[in-house]
Every structure is written in structure tokens, then in C-alpha cells.
């Protein structure tokens, strides 16, 4: 369409606006009830212009039409009243609220609008600061509004409402009662989006200009989330999320957006410590790293395979990359892994099985494309709540949604069906759901024939698995597996998601294949169309802590250790050679140091006593290993049991990139100078290779990126520069000229045979099973408060909106044992025990429980046992046999 704007031509597409076409012209009006990610409602009249020159209507609402002629400077009176008739009901201080962080105070200047002259008597309508991030000062909100339509539309909470009438109207919680009792889930969206300050957060509060803003990638969960921090000195006054172009789009959690005053924390480290006469003691990095040096040059010389280290998923791919460069370069051995062990290494394997790499399919935006999703084993509303949201979104806009999951998850609340399957049950039912699929006709033949391998063996394992016996098996009612599959099977363009609820599973790459095989019935992967197979990645770089060959059988970009070729080309780029034998794996070093054969382990930002199975097996290996080293930002319980302690710097002080689930490379940058005495992993291995004689070579991060992707043709077009240049992109990217591959197997799988693997794979039984003894089973899971073993959330406010951790248990079972919400109860197991609090809930099934690992105190992971996926040795964290009893 063509309008005229104050004379000036401009093209509009169709569906504009008149502020669409007023932008296309270059021109600003004031938006104050508007935001382009919210509904509109055009109430404030802030944005009138006159058409054709019947008088002014509100261009955010109405629709732009072709020849229409829009006069923006001859409606600027029109405008100055509209504000200035907003600026009457407020205070005067309303306009003295920085400019930076108030859009009224912005446009009032622009338009030459001050607050009322004389005394005005306004209500004081009051403040409330409960909620330890969000503010609110109702005498400075408009009742615009946007901020109710953020948290529905954006985070879709519904947590905010307007009250009161006329002049009176205000913001409030919808529970009503203060802000920190409320449903918000503290994602900030409605801070982001209020034009006049009446929301704030605490680094608003105070009137100190912002000195600097650094964009960076958000170090929790790994979704990847962009965000721009604004600081002043070496403090971080806000974090903001990233707008468009970016993974999060505007959006972040309270994790990302608030939870950073661990930086400050008292208890952080300062100083190395080293064990003498059994105490651990401050030292100095001289002393700490000659020591370390001295007592690893010995085992290397005697046996390198005596030495182990645990990289993480918490440190940048350039440290995760020079961690595995140190132990196989430096020290001789292939025993390096991540903690990607611990929760979708069953990913890895089975998605690589299946498609050729160990990734998901596609990317995040795919979402949007998607008529139906299909979300199992995952509470992303919880663990990746930006993910949720998104998810949520969509079927708010009308897609379809199945969430397979024992738990009654917020998402799951607003399923068009929701499984329920038995812990350990899930290959049973994706055999289930592919049986009906194959039955009503609902495959993809020619796909099928064209790319995928062994659909006739699939297809006679399925006539084993109709609605019926997988009921049987895992308690779903037969007539839901049907309308599941249904939903699945006529979608145009389907999305899988999913999460740990599918790989931590004696039987977790079998849960990965069978579930893979879902998409590839229906063609929605690779070259069909739809959203794929995607896996929801926990913490903020596991994808990259792999990726970068922090595995004891692959090298950097996923070249097997056994492959010649792979070795000899990090070889050349090492100067050294590298280990033929494949190494351990973390169950395995746990086992090795118990039997005496790993004299040193190096873990490096792990928790590894709170966060994996059967720690008290994890504590006994720890006491055997002559030498443990670790690195941490703080005293956790496996530094307190270490010998050697760097302190080492958080994702907030450090330069590199970051992996996000969907295989997006993104910069990391340094936001505030890390405490003295603080060093990042990054110069932690290069002070100790130095000490022992070894010349690691990669001066800087950019450096290590550069070697990589020398060494790794999945990586050979990715750089520091040009992630600067560009911004993020997606492996594969085998060239400085290729654009990335957001979207998998475009031109067929990356297998051998050019083609995708069906698996029949039968159901097995889960590694525990429930006796009269322990009659309950045990689930764990993450919280949305706090993060993995909670040492970064724990020391900040986010303690205030879960200060302990709790079991969820179901009424029925509640009653039946006499508790109560909030009674202290014991928690047995074969393996260990645990005192929590009950927390009653229909969250969870009859004859189960639920807990999260965020609190070291209250020890779940003592509970779990040692059971493993039989392919990759990721723990069974969701299946352990459980007696509840009330606590002495």
C-alpha cells in the first residue's frame, strides 16, 4: 500500500497501521499504552494524527489504507494535549524519573509538556515493595495497561489486573494482597514494558546514571538468552533481555534477569586453598598451581590414565575446549567428560543414531511455524521458562499441544491431552503413539521411502504396541494415546520438545529413538516439513561443553577418538599425539578412584556431592582419589572435600561463546572485573600447563575458537570476529562464508548412508521398581527459582521466593499417611534418606513424589541410585523406589 506522511510517500505492507507508516517515514509519535509485542488497545490518545483531514484518530489502532494522507506535525497540538492531560493526574515527581527510564518523561520533553502548575492535590495511592524485584509505585501508573498484557501475552502468567475506577485505576496483583504472595513468576516483563516507571526493579530505584551497557549470553539455563547489562563502575545496576533477532525476544527469566548479587557474596572465593595436615588453607596461586603441576607431572610420567578431569557446563567453549586440549595434549589420557553425562548424553547418541548428529534438529523460531507441539518429559515453564512461554504463546494463538509427563505441569494445565505415563514407561508409549500413527494412515510414505532406513522392522515392532497393551504397561488411558497420536499425526508442520523426562532413564536412548522415530513417520524433520526433534538442554553451555570434545570418546566437533583422521588432525594442531584409547566416563572415574586406579581428578565448576546420583558412592570416590582438584566460585561441598580450590570467575566475568539448545553460537562478554585473586578456567589451565612445562598455545579465548575450529570442520567457519561482525550462528558451519545451518538435514542426514534411522526398539522395565518396603516412586526435578545445585541462586534474593526445598506429594497419599501441608517428612530409599517438607499437590500422580535438588541440605541426590542408561551411563534420576514417613 502507498500513503502519504506529511507529504512523503511510503510503502506499507498489508495489515499495517498508520504508526507502521508513520515509522516507515522516519518519524516518532508517542506510544505510551503501545508495545509492537502486545494487543492493542489504543486508550492513552498519545499517538493521534489527523487522515485526510477529517481530524485525529489513534494510529496504533487504525489500519493503514492506500492513498490515505497522514499529517503528523499538524496533530502535534492534538498529542501535547493528550499528554499533558496524563501528566495532570500524576505527581510532580512523575516527571523528574530519569529519561532513560520513563517513556512519558521522553515524550513530555519532546513535546514541551510540565507537570501543572500551582498545587495539585492528588490520592496517594501508596507503594509496593514486598516482591524483592519488581516495585511498583501506583502513583506514578497511567493505567495504561501494558503491563497486564505483558504478563499474559509475553509470559502468559496472567499474575497482574487493573483495579479500581476512573482516576483510581491501578495496576495491582490478581490475587490481590502484596505483590510477593501473587502468582508473578519475576520474568520482569511488565518492568520492560511500563512507560513511566510505576514498575522498577532495584537498580532503577536509585537516580545513578548508567555508565556502560555490554550485551552478553545469559548463563543459566540453556536456552541462550541475549542480554544487555547496564553498569556503573564494577556494578551491575539492570539486566535487560535482548530484543529482536534474538533467541529470547525481548524476553528473559528471573533467573537471568535478577539473580546476579551472588557476585557480591561474601562467601565467594578469593584466594586458592590448598589441603594441609587435613585442612584446607589459603594459599597462592603460585604455591597452588606449583602443587597441582608437581603432583600431576608425576602421574602423567607414571600413568596417565590415573588422571580424570570433569569439564563444565558452565564454562565457555574456549575453557571447555582448552580443559580436554590439557588432559589429552598435556596429560596423555582420553578420561576428560561433562556433565552432559548426567542428563542428554542419551541425546547425543540417540539423535546422532538416528540423524547423523548429536543436536536438535531445529531452531527455536520453528515454533512459530508449528500447528501442533508435542512436549514430553519437560516443565519448561519451570526449567527453561522463556521456552515455556513461547510454547505457551503458540497455543494461545491456536496451536495444538500434547504434553506427555507424570507430573501435572503448568503446560500441561493447558494441554489438549496430557499423558500421564508410569516413570521408566515412556518407550512403551511412544512405541504407542507410532502404532496408531502407522494404523490410521497417518505416516509419510513417500518420505519414509525416500530418506529413513528400517521402517519394516518398525513397523512389525508396532503391531506388538496397540492402545491397549500400552495402557496396560504404563497406566495412559488407551483413548488418549489415540487422541494424542491424532493430534501428532494431522498436523501440517508438528514440533517435539523435550527434556529429561525422556533421557535420565536406564533406558534413555531408547526413549530418544523411539520418540526421534515419531517425527520421521510423520516426514516433520530434515527435508519434510514441520518443527522436528528438539532436546531442552539444562544448563546454560552443555550443548557446548560437548560440542567442544569434552567427552571421552569424541574430540572436538564430535570426530570419534578412534578415527585416525581426527586424531592426526589435532595432532598437527597440538604438536602432540593423541590417545588412541577412548576414556571414562564420569561414573567410571567415580568407580576408578573407589578401586584406587585415578590417583587425580580435576573438576572444574561442578558440585558434583549435590548433583549426581547415589552421592554417597560420589563421596567414597572422592576420599579414595589421592588428589582432587576443583574449581569454584564458591565452598561447595565437593570443594570442601577437595585437596586443591581455585577460585575461579562466574559467566558475568568472563570473555567467550556459549552453545544454546539450538546449536547457536553466541558471545560471552566480560561485564564486570572478576574480585581480586579471582582467575576464569580459562587461565587456571594455562597457569598449570605452564607449571608443568606444556605451552597450551591459546593465549586468548578468541585464540582457542580460532584452534577449534581448525581442528573441527562442524566449527571451521565459526570466530570470535566474525561472531562480532555477524552475531550468532548455528552449527554445522564448516566455512567463513557459510551462513550457519539453523535447520538440519536439509539435503539429506549427516549418516553414513545419507539416510534416518527407525529404531524398534522394545519396551524394557525401568532399573527400579516399587515393593511393599518402598511403595512410592521418586521424581526430581529443577524449580523455577533456582538453578541446578543452587550455589549462584541460593546467595540472592531468589531465596526469598524459595527459601527451602520441598517433596510433592498427592493428597490421597497425604491423607492416607496423616500429613499435612508443611510437615517435616523423611524420605527412604535403597539408597539413602532425606528430611523435606510436604508440600501437598495434585501436581503429581497417586503413588508418587517429586522433589528438586536446588538445596544441598535437604540431599535428594542421596536418594537416587546408581542405575544408568545402558548406552551412555546417564543416571535414572527419575525412577527411585521411595517410603515417605513423618520426620522425628
Request: charged share 20%; proline share 6%.
Given at each position: 500500500?502507498?500513503?502519504f506522511?506529511?507529504?512523503?510517500?511510503?510503502?506499507?505492507?498489508?495489515?499495517a497501521?498508520?504508526?507502521?507508516?508513520?515509522?516507515?517515514?522516519?518519524l516518532?509519535?508517542?506510544?505510551?499504552?503501545?508495545?509492537?509485542?502486545?494487543?492493542?488497545?489504543a486508550?492513552?490518545?498519545?499517538?493521534?494524527?489527523?487522515?485526510?483531514?477529517?481530524?485525529p484518530v489513534?494510529?496504533?489502532?487504525?489500519?493503514?489504507?492506500?492513498?490515505?494522507?497522514?499529517?503528523?506535525?499538524?496533530?502535534r497540538?492534538?498529542r501535547?494535549?493528550?499528554l499533558?492531560?496524563?501528566?495532570?493526574?500524576?505527581?510532580?515527581?512523575?516527571?523528574d524519573?530519569?529519561?532513560?527510564?520513563?517513556?512519558?518523561?521522553?515524550?513530555?520533553?519532546?513535546?514541551?509538556v510540565?507537570?501543572?502548575?500551582?498545587a495539585?492535590?492528588?490520592p496517594?495511592?501508596?507503594?509496593?515493595?514486598?516482591?524483592?524485584?519488581?516495585k511498583?509505585?501506583?502513583?506514578?501508573?497511567?493505567?495504561?495497561?501494558?503491563?497486564?498484557?505483558a504478563?499474559?501475552e509475553?509470559?502468559?502468567?496472567?499474575?497482574?489486573?487493573?483495579?479500581?475506577?476512573?482516576?483510581?485505576?491501578?495496576v495491582?496483583?490478581?490475587?490481590?494482597?502484596?505483590?510477593?504472595?501473587?502468582?508473578?513468576v519475576s520474568?520482569?516483563a511488565?518492568?520492560?514494558?511500563?512507560?513511566?516507571?510505576?514498575?522498577?526493579?532495584?537498580?532503577?530505584?536509585?537516580?545513578?546514571?548508567?555508565?556502560?551497557?555490554?550485551?552478553?549470553?545469559?548463563?543459566?539455563?540453556?536456552?541462550g538468552?541475549?542480554l544487555?547489562?547496564?553498569?556503573?563502575?564494577?556494578?551491575?545496576?539492570?539486566v535487560?533481555p535482548?530484543?529482536?533477532?534474538?533467541?529470547?525476544?525481548?524476553?528473559?527469566?528471573?533467573?537471568?534477569?535478577?539473580?546476579?548479587g551472588?557476585?557480591?557474596?561474601?562467601?565467594?572465593?578469593a584466594?586458592?586453598?590448598?589441603?594441609?595436615?587435613?585442612t584446607?588453607?589459603?594459599?597462592s596461586?603460585?604455591?597452588?598451581?606449583g602443587?597441582v603441576?608437581?603432583?600431576?607431572?608425576?602421574?602423567?610420567?607414571?600413568?596417565?590414565?590415573?588422571f580424570?578431569?570433569?569439564?563444565?557446563?558452565?564454562?565457555?567453549?574456549?575453557?571447555n575446549?582448552?580443559?580436554?586440549?590439557?588432559a589429552?595434549?598435556v596429560?596423555?589420557?582420553?578420561?576428560?567428560?561433562?556433565c552432559?553425562?548426567?542428563?542428554?548424553?542419551?541425546?547425543?547418541a540417540?539423535?546422532?543414531?538416528?540423524?547423523?548428529?548429536?543436536?536438535?534438529?531445529?531452531?527455536f523460531?520453528?515454533?512459530?511455524?508449528?500447528d501442533?507441539?508435542?512436549?514430553?518429559?519437560?516443565?519448561?515453564?519451570?526449567?527453561?521458562?522463556?521456552v515455556?512461554?513461547?510454547?505457551?504463546?503458540?497455543?494461545?494463538?491456536?496451536a495444538r499441544?500434547?504434553?506427555?509427563?507424570?507430573?501435572?505441569?503448568?503446560?500441561?494445565?493447558?494441554?489438549?491431552?496430557?499423558?500421564?505415563?508410569?516413570?521408566g514407561?515412556?518407550?512403551?508409549?511412544?512405541?504407542?503413539?507410532?502404532?496408531?500413527?502407522?494404523?490410521?494412515?497417518?505416516?509419510?510414505?513417500a518420505?519414509l521411502?525416500?530418506?529413513?532406513?528400517?521402517?519394516?522392522?518398525?513397523?512389525?515392532?508396532?503391531?506388538?504396541?496397540?492402545?491397549?497393551r500400552?495402557?496396560?504397561?504404563?497406566?495412559?488411558?488407551?483413548?488418549?494415546l489415540?487422541?494424542?497420536?491424532?493430534?501428532?499425526?494431522?498436523?501440517?508442520?508438528?514440533?517435539?520438545?523435550?527434556?529429561?523426562?525422556?533421557?535420565e532413564?536406564?533406558?534413555?536412548?531408547?526413549?530418544?529413538?523411539?520418540?526421534?522415530n515419531m517425527?520421521?513417520?510423520?516426514?516433520?524433520?530434515?527435508?519434510g516439513?514441520?518443527?522436528?526433534?528438539?532436546?531442552?538442554?539444562?544448563?546454560?553451555?552443555?550443548q557446548?561443553a560437548s560440542?567442544?570434545?569434552?567427552?571421552?570418546?569424541?574430540?572436538?566437533?564430535y570426530?570419534?577418538?578412534l578415527?585416525?583422521?581426527?586424531?592426526?588432525r589435532?595432532?598437527a594442531?597440538?604438536?602432540?599425539?593423541?590417545?588412541?584409547r577412548?576414556?571414562?566416563?564420569?561414573p567410571?572415574?567415580?568407580?576408578?578412584?573407589r578401586?584406587?586406579a585415578l590417583?587425580?581428578?580435576?573438576i572444574?565448576?561442578?558440585?558434583?556431592?549435590?548433583?549426581?546420583?547415589?552421592?554417597?558412592?560420589?563421596r567414597?570416590?572422592?576420599?579414595?582419589c589421592?588428589?582432587?582438584?576443583?574449581?569454584?566460585?564458591?565452598l561447595?561441598?565437593?570443594?570442601?572435600?577437595?585437596?586443591?580450590?581455585?577460585?575461579?570467575?562466574?559467566w558475568?566475568?568472563?570473555?567467550?561463546?556459549?552453545?544454546?539448545?539450538d546449536r547457536?553460537?553466541?558471545?560471552?562478554?566480560?561485564?564486570?572485573?572478576?574480585?581480586g585473586?579471582?582467575?576464569t578456567?580459562?587461565?587456571?589451565?594455562?597457569?598449570?600447563?605452564?607449571?608443568?612445562?606444556?605451552?597450551?598455545?591459546?593465549?586468548?579465548?578468541?585464540?582457542?575458537?580460532?584452534?577449534?575450529?581448525?581442528v573441527?570442520?562442524?566449527?571451521?567457519?565459526?570466530?570470535?570476529?566474525r561472531?562480532?561482525?555477524?552475531?550468532?550462528?548455528?552449527?554445522?558451519?564448516g566455512s567463513?562464508d557459510?551462513?550457519?545451518?539453523?535447520?538440519?538435514?536439509?539435503?539429506?542426514?549427516?549418516?553414513?548412508?545419507?539416510?534416518?534411522h527407525?529404531?524398534?526398539?522394545?519396551?524394557?522395565?525401568?532399573?527400579?521398581?516399587?515393593?511393599?518396603?518402598?511403595?512410592l516412586?521418586?521424581?526430581?526435578?529443577?524449580?523455577g527459582?533456582?538453578?541446578?545445585?543452587?550455589?549462584?541462586t541460593?546467595?540472592?534474593?531468589?531465596?526469598?521466593?524459595?527459601?527451602?526445598?520441598?517433596?510433592?506429594?498427592?493428597?490421597?497419599?497425604?491423607?492416607?499417611?496423616?500429613?499435612?501441608?508443611?510437615?517435616?517428612?523423611?524420605?527412604?530409599?535403597?539408597h539413602?534418606s532425606?528430611v523435606?517438607?510436604?508440600?501437598?499437590?495434585?501436581?503429581?500422580?497417586?503413588?508418587?513424589?517429586?522433589?528438586g535438588?536446588?538445596?544441598p541440605g535437604?540431599?535428594?541426590?542421596?536418594?537416587?541410585?546408581?542405575?544408568?542408561?545402558?548406552?551412555?551411563?546417564?543416571?535414572?534420576?527419575?525412577?527411585?523406589?521411595?517410603?515417605?514417613?513423618?520426620a522425628?
Amino acid at each position: 500500500m502507498m500513503l502519504f506522511v506529511d507529504g512523503r510517500s511510503v510503502e506499507v505492507p498489508a495489515g499495517a497501521t498508520l504508526l507502521d507508516a508513520v515509522r516507515a517515514a522516519g518519524l516518532s509519535i508517542p506510544t505510551l499504552c503501545h508495545d509492537d509485542r502486545l494487543s492493542t488497545v489504543a486508550s492513552c490518545r498519545t499517538c493521534l494524527v489527523d487522515i485526510n483531514g477529517r481530524g485525529p484518530v489513534a494510529a496504533c489502532s487504525t489500519p493503514a489504507a492506500d492513498g490515505l494522507r497522514i499529517a503528523v506535525e499538524a496533530s502535534r497540538d492534538d498529542r501535547r494535549a493528550a499528554l499533558q492531560a496524563i501528566v495532570a493526574g500524576l505527581p510532580a515527581r512523575a516527571l523528574d524519573v530519569p529519561a532513560d527510564r520513563s517513556e512519558l518523561v521522553r515524550q513530555c520533553a519532546g513535546h514541551g509538556v510540565t507537570a501543572p502548575a500551582g498545587a495539585v492535590l492528588l490520592p496517594v495511592r501508596g507503594k509496593d515493595h514486598t516482591h524483592p524485584y519488581v516495585k511498583l509505585d501506583r502513583d506514578l501508573c497511567i493505567a495504561c495497561g501494558r503491563c497486564v498484557r505483558a504478563c499474559a501475552e509475553v509470559q502468559g502468567t496472567f499474575a497482574l489486573t487493573m483495579v479500581g475506577r476512573g482516576a483510581g485505576t491501578v495496576v495491582a496483583p490478581g490475587t490481590g494482597g502484596p505483590w510477593v504472595e501473587s502468582d508473578c513468576v519475576s520474568c520482569g516483563a511488565c518492568v520492560d514494558t511500563c512507560p513511566t516507571g510505576a514498575l522498577s526493579e532495584p537498580g532503577l530505584l536509585n537516580m545513578l546514571p548508567i555508565e556502560r551497557q555490554t550485551m552478553t549470553t545469559c548463563g543459566y539455563c540453556g536456552v541462550g538468552c541475549s542480554l544487555e547489562v547496564s553498569t556503573r563502575g564494577n556494578e551491575i545496576m539492570t539486566v535487560r533481555p535482548a530484543g529482536n533477532g534474538t533467541v529470547n525476544r525481548g524476553h528473559a527469566c528471573v533467573k537471568g534477569r535478577f539473580a546476579h548479587g551472588f557476585l557480591g557474596s561474601s562467601e565467594r572465593l578469593a584466594t586458592p586453598l590448598v589441603r594441609r595436615n587435613g585442612t584446607l588453607s589459603e594459599a597462592s596461586w603460585e604455591e597452588a598451581t606449583g602443587y597441582v603441576a608437581a603432583r600431576l607431572a608425576a602421574i602423567r610420567d607414571a600413568d596417565p590414565d590415573g588422571f580424570a578431569v570433569i569439564s563444565s557446563a558452565r564454562a565457555t567453549n574456549e575453557e571447555n575446549y582448552l580443559a580436554q586440549k590439557f588432559a589429552r595434549a598435556v596429560m596423555g589420557t582420553n578420561n576428560v567428560d561433562n556433565c552432559s553425562r548426567l542428563c542428554h548424553a542419551p541425546s547425543a547418541a540417540g539423535l546422532a543414531a538416528t540423524f547423523g548428529l548429536g543436536g536438535g534438529t531445529n531452531p527455536f523460531d520453528d515454533l512459530d511455524r508449528c500447528d501442533a507441539v508435542l512436549l514430553v518429559g519437560a516443565n519448561p515453564t519451570a526449567a527453561h521458562p522463556v521456552v515455556g512461554a513461547r510454547i505457551f504463546q503458540r497455543v494461545m494463538d491456536g496451536a495444538r499441544l500434547v504434553v506427555v509427563d507424570p507430573r501435572r505441569t503448568y503446560l500441561a494445565r493447558h494441554a489438549d491431552v496430557h499423558l500421564r505415563p508410569r516413570p521408566g514407561t515412556n518407550v512403551a508409549v511412544f512405541n504407542g503413539l507410532a502404532h496408531v500413527l502407522v494404523r490410521e494412515g497417518l505416516v509419510d510414505t513417500a518420505f519414509l521411502a525416500a530418506h529413513t532406513a528400517g521402517y519394516g522392522e518398525l513397523r512389525a515392532l508396532l503391531a506388538e504396541y496397540p492402545p491397549e497393551r500400552v495402557a496396560s504397561i504404563s497406566g495412559v488411558p488407551a483413548d488418549d494415546l489415540v487422541r494424542a497420536a491424532l493430534i501428532y499425526g494431522q498436523a501440517a508442520a508438528p514440533a517435539i520438545f523435550y527434556g529429561l523426562g525422556v533421557t535420565e532413564h536406564l533406558h534413555g536412548t531408547d526413549g530418544v529413538r523411539t520418540l526421534s522415530n515419531m517425527a520421521l513417520l510423520r516426514g516433520a524433520v530434515g527435508p519434510g516439513a514441520g518443527g522436528g526433534v528438539n532436546p531442552l538442554r539444562g544448563q546454560n553451555n552443555v550443548q557446548g561443553a560437548s560440542d567442544m570434545g569434552a567427552l571421552p570418546d569424541f574430540l572436538p566437533g564430535y570426530q570419534k577418538v578412534l578415527d585416525p583422521a581426527a586424531r592426526a588432525r589435532c595432532a598437527a594442531a597440538w604438536r602432540q599425539d593423541v590417545p588412541v584409547r577412548p576414556g571414562l566416563r564420569i561414573p567410571q572415574m567415580f568407580e576408578a578412584a573407589r578401586d584406587g586406579a585415578l590417583k587425580a581428578l580435576w573438576i572444574i565448576g561442578e558440585d558434583v556431592l549435590t548433583t549426581d546420583p547415589d552421592s554417597t558412592s560420589v563421596r567414597a570416590a572422592l576420599a579414595a582419589c589421592p588428589l582432587v582438584i576443583c574449581n569454584d566460585l564458591f565452598l561447595s561441598a565437593t570443594a570442601a572435600a577437595a585437596d586443591v580450590v581455585f577460585p575461579v570467575a562466574s559467566w558475568l566475568e568472563k570473555d567467550g561463546t556459549f552453545v544454546n539448545f539450538d546449536r547457536r553460537f553466541q558471545r560471552v562478554r566480560e561485564v564486570v572485573a572478576a574480585p581480586g585473586g579471582v582467575r576464569t578456567d580459562f587461565a587456571v589451565l594455562q597457569a598449570v600447563a605452564a607449571r608443568m612445562g606444556a605451552d597450551l598455545r591459546c593465549a586468548t579465548p578468541a585464540a582457542a575458537m580460532a584452534e577449534c575450529a581448525a581442528v573441527a570442520p562442524l566449527f571451521a567457519g565459526i570466530s570470535h570476529p566474525r561472531l562480532e561482525r555477524e552475531g550468532p550462528l548455528h552449527w554445522p558451519c564448516g566455512s567463513a562464508d557459510s551462513p550457519g545451518t539453523p535447520r538440519l538435514y536439509q539435503e539429506g542426514f549427516a549418516t553414513e548412508d545419507g539416510l534416518a534411522h527407525l529404531a524398534a526398539k522394545p519396551y524394557l522395565p525401568p532399573g527400579e521398581q516399587c515393593d511393599t518396603e518402598f511403595p512410592l516412586l521418586l521424581i526430581t526435578g529443577r524449580r523455577g527459582e533456582h538453578y541446578n545445585s543452587g550455589s549462584m541462586t541460593r546467595r540472592t534474593a531468589n531465596l526469598r521466593l524459595l527459601d527451602r526445598e520441598a517433596v510433592d506429594v498427592e493428597p490421597g497419599d497425604a491423607a492416607a499417611l496423616g500429613l499435612r501441608d508443611g510437615d517435616s517428612v523423611r524420605l527412604d530409599s535403597r539408597h539413602g534418606s532425606a528430611v523435606l517438607r510436604a508440600a501437598i499437590t495434585d501436581d503429581v500422580e497417586p503413588g508418587q513424589v517429586f522433589a528438586g535438588f536446588h538445596f544441598p541440605g535437604a540431599a535428594v541426590n542421596s536418594l537416587t541410585s546408581p542405575v544408568a542408561d545402558e548406552v551412555t551411563g546417564c543416571p535414572e534420576y527419575k525412577v527411585t523406589a521411595v517410603r515417605l514417613s513423618r520426620a522425628e
